[in-house]
């Protein structure tokens, strides 16, 4: 506990803040490359079935 005039929780560590911003951008990175080669994928299928 430390009494500094704020509510635990209420501001989290400044790296603690980094660290999840830092996995939420790499989540999002990954996930724009999936949607991408999914996009790429169903292209070339389209391409072979026409």
């Known amino acids: 506990m430390y009494e500094a005039g704020l509510p635990l929780g209420d501001l989290p560590p400044p790296d603690l803040h980094w660290a999840t911003t830092?996995?939420?951008q790499?989540?999002?990175d990954s996930k724009a490359v999936a949607i991408r080669k999914e996009?790429?994928?169903k292209f070339i299928v389209h391409l072979c079935a026409s």
């Open 22 to 24: 830092s996995l939420l």
């Open 26 to 28: 790499k989540a999002a």
């Open 39 to 41: 996009t790429r994928w």
